[in-house]
């Protein structure tokens, strides 16, 4: 039997991991967790657990696990070099799960700023509680973020309650705010969590095992002035504007375009055995605008993540690749790259573009019988796997790269990988002329094996 947690105050300046034992099914009725390191504590607070967490700590050498209702001590803490009348929740330290209540002192901090008429604005999407001793002049503070950022919902509460004996969810939290979190590292543990390393100036690198229902991936916006996006011409029971977004998110978080890119899609019916077709870019100020339409005699029968594929596929051609820029990288007769051009991009010495199959197929595609089921190759398949290389050649497109591909890597994994990212780009994207329209000539079209 452990001992109480209520007399052993001391062990929380040391080490506290709020974890789920490995033996127990994260499945099984705990749907997030918490591993932290180094936790800078602050003494009027105090942190609740629900019933069925668990915390790991140190008693007598040993870490055992067991279930407890209360913690003595909080992760919330103002960190140091920080104005003291600036407003402020340090949530890069810890995030709480829905289910797991911070219990603050009558004026928890906020973060935000004052304008020179002494209003304050927490930063969106906080709530803020005001106190008259709490809120004064003060820099807004922000984290520099190098990989991706997470927006998690945490909760502040002024009096601690018994959550247990609470059935309604929505009666837990009297304050909901969110924060912005620099994540190093983010993985899928199963179906129904990330696993995200966290970083924090202040207490060092947390994991966060986060329920996906509870969490939103978000890639940075710092030094990105152009998005990708889409506009749903008509649609066929929701199944492009499902599959849009997926597209979009792949190519957003590896390339941040040159210009805008709006990609339109619609549908047509053909009896043929065209799929889709894709029409020749055009573009109006720092916007290009590419656009396909899916047959609806097949769009039913693909999956979601084939749709996408498709979509991807396509934009890589908004992006340029079988275009003017592309067109100088290589040599026509043999399909071989040019020593320049390899010069830039190593990789390229191994690769070759497709010669053969005529319009729209030919000189804008990686080589099919070479590179047969890579995502840039010519003819659609069921199995798709992108490279390195087709990330990586875009900069050569005027682009520039977010994020680069370490491996070969099965298309449907990236693009599981990115379901439940946001890029949020809105004031970009309201500056976007939707409404502008130019017809153009088909420049490729998609066909199934299917009779």
Known sequence: MPP??????????????????????????????LELDDLSLHGDMVARIPKGAYIKGI???????????????????????????????????????????????????????????HNFYPDKPYTIVRSNDFIGNGEKKFMTTQAIEALV??????????????????????????????IQQYDRVDHNHWK?????????????????????????????????????????NGKLKATAKLACNFWNRFVIPQSNIVIRLGTFYSPGSVIARAYK??????????KIEFNTKYLGTFTNYGIAGTIIHEIGHTLGFG??????????????????????????????VETDYGPGTAYS????????????????????????????????????IAEELIQKTNLETLIREIEDVLFTMTET??????????????????YTALT
Not at 85 to 101: K, S
Not at 154 to 176: C, G
Not at 368 to 379: A, P
Request: proline share 7%.
């Open 4 to 33: 109480s947690f209520n007399n052993y105050d001391h062990l929380f300046e040391d080490l506290i991991m709020i974890s789920v034992p490995e033996e127990l099914n994260p499945n099984q009725g705990i749907p997030g967790w």
């Open 429 to 446: 994207v309201q500056e976007i002329n939707f409404e502008y329209y130019k017809d153009t000539e088909i420049s490729e079209e998609i």
């Open 323 to 352: 275009w003017d820029q592309w067109m100088n990288l290589f040599y026509q007769n043999t399909g071989a790259f040019k020593p320049e051009t390899i010069k830039k991009i190593p990789e390229l010495q191994y690769m070759f």
């Open 196 to 236: 995200l390393l966290l970083s924090s100036p202040v207490n060092g690198s947390v994991i966060w095992f986060a329920y996906s229902p509870h969490v939103n991936i978000i890639r940075p916006n710092i030094n990105r002035s152009t998005v990708i996006t889409y506009q749903i011409l008509n649609d066929d």
């Open 365 to 400: 595609h990686w080589d099919e019988e070479r590179f047969d089921q890579e995502l840039m190759t010519g003819f659609k398949d069921t199995y798709e796997y992108v490279l390195p290389v087709t990330i990586k050649v875009m900069a050569l497109l005027g682009h520039v």
């Open 59 to 117: 008693i007598g050498g040993e870490k055992p696990f067991f279930p407890v209702s209360e913690i003595l001590g909080t992760a919330i803490s103002k960190p140091e070099g920080v104005n003291s009348n600036c407003g402020w929740v340090e949530l890069e330290t810890l995030t709480f799960h829905r289910d797991i209540e911070a219990v603050a002192p009558l004026a928890p901090y906020v973060r935000g700023e004052m304008d020179k008429d």
């Open 153 to 182: 919902n945490t909760v502040i509460k002024k009096y601690p309650i018994d959550s247990t004996q609470i059935t309604d969810p929505r009666q837990k939290f009297t304050l909901l705010a969110g924060s912005k979190l620099e």
């Open 281 to 290: 870019p055009y573009q109006q100020g720092n916007t290009v605008y590419g």
